[in-house]
T-cell receptor
Framework: ETGVTQTPRHLVMGMTNKKSLKCEQH?????MYWYKQSAKKPLELMFVYNFKEQTENNSVPSRFSPECPNSSHLFLHLHTLQPEDSALYLC????????????????FGPGTRLTVL | SQELEQSPQSLIVQEGKNLTINCTSS?????LYWYKQKYGEGLIFLMM?????EEKSHEKITAKLDEKKQQSSLHITASQPSHAGIYLC??????????????FGQGTILTVHP
């Protein structure tokens, strides 16, 4: 596997279900990100992890719970979602400096298309 | 209001025509990124601009960042059907929090008719 992979590619779930999205990067990067892309809205940053530490939570509801066990893996745990949470969820990774300045581009996975019924 | 405004929102051109997509920020940019996305798929990195007046080209795509670092344009020469997709600009704003916080424009949908 190369680049950034995401599983599953498609997910349909009910509002009472619990599911998880998985992201893996094979690029040796030290930062990983979750984004949400809804129809007719700009791509929204949800969470940022640098060196396995969460450095950004962009006012995301608690029904979304991220987990970063190591610098290569990122999960997004989902529970009691709402139909308006249906969207394309994109994972990305990049290399950042310890000082936090962003110099390098983010590499994106193919996304998980989530439908909440 | 949007921190990054893209125009036009959609564009339909005939194959072989040139086109330009613009990205404007209300704040000075630290870095500006252009991505391309096929519908329902991930983003593909095109180019990154950091210096005022910088210009980069790859194949038939040229991106420029103005001297004030608040506006960027993406120009495609002699468009082909393979150029079709959604073009997004993303930016890190100067003086903001760091650690990879990219803000994106709403995207420009490009259709190229053969």
């Amino acid at each position: 596997e190369t680049g950034v992979t995401q599983t599953p590619r498609h997910l349909v779930m009910g509002m009472t279900n619990k599911k998880s999205l998985k992201c893996e990067q094979h690029l040796g990067h030290n930062a990983m990100y979750w984004y949400k892309q809804s129809a007719k809205k700009p791509l929204e940053l949800m969470f940022v992890y640098n060196f396995k530490e969460q450095t950004e939570n962009n006012s995301v509801p608690s029904r979304f719970s991220p987990e970063c066990p190591n610098s290569s893996h990122l999960f997004l745990h989902l529970h009691t979602l709402q139909p308006e949470d249906s969207a394309l969820y994109l994972c990305a990774s990049s290399q950042v400096s310890r000082g936090g300045a962003l110099h390098n581009e983010q590499f994106f996975g193919p996304g998980t298309r989530l439908t909440v019924l | 209001s949007q921190e990054l405004e893209q125009s036009p929102q959609s564009l339909i051109v005939q194959e072989g025509k040139n086109l330009t997509i613009n990205c404007t920020s209300s704040k000075t940019l630290y870095g500006l990124y252009w991505y391309k996305q096929k519908y329902g798929e991930g983003l593909i990195f095109l180019m990154m601009l950091q210096k005022g007046g910088e210009e980069k080209s790859h194949e038939k795509i040229t991106a420029k960042l103005d001297e004030k670092k608040q506006q960027s344009s993406l120009h495609i020469t002699a468009s082909q059907p393979s150029h079709a997709g959604i073009y997004l600009c993303g930016a890190v704003h100067a003086g903001g929090t760091s650690y990879g916080k990219l803000t994106f424009g709403q995207g420009t949908i490009l259709t190229v008719h053969p």
